[in-house]
């Protein structure tokens, strides 16, 4: 129902910054929890970050807190991922993703559109 479209991403050192954008098409934006996971090789999609409809409640996984900001702009159908002071644990695929439900969630089976997803690299 909604169509994801990612941007940003790509090699950067360790304490370094990147920005992901997520461009979403359809009528439906603002009326869907938005959330990024990521998904490093041979491991499962995880969560990293989410935003209620408004953006007013963000939440976050323990490892990138203080970290990653998840932000939304609902008049331009963006949802953001600042990442600051990036590890090499961080290194993964990362998608963008939105939920029909009222709540952040942490699971992905409660999202049901999904970015192409977009590689981040994290060098020592």
């Known amino acids: 129902q909604v169509q994801l479209v990612e941007s940003g991403g790509g090699l950067v050192q360790a304490g370094g910054s990147l920005r992901f954008s997520c461009a979403a098409s359809?009528?439906?934006?603002?009326?869907?929890?938005m959330g990024w996971f990521r998904q490093a090789p041979g491991k499962e999609r995880d969560f990293v970050a989410g935003i209620s409809l408004s953006g007013v409640n963000t939440v976050y996984v323990d490892s990138v807190k203080g970290r990653f900001t998840i932000s939304r702009d609902n008049a331009e159908n963006t949802v953001y991922l600042q990442m600051n002071s990036l590890k090499p644990e961080d290194t993964a695929v990362y998608y963008c993703?939105?939920?029909?439900?009222?709540?952040?969630?942490?699971?992905?089976?409660?999202?049901?559109?999904w970015g192409q997803g977009t590689q981040v690299t994290v060098s020592s």
């Open positions: 993703a939105a939920s029909s439900y009222v709540r952040v969630s942490y699971r992905p089976r409660d999202y049901g559109d």
């Open positions: 359809g009528s439906t934006f603002s009326s869907n929890v």
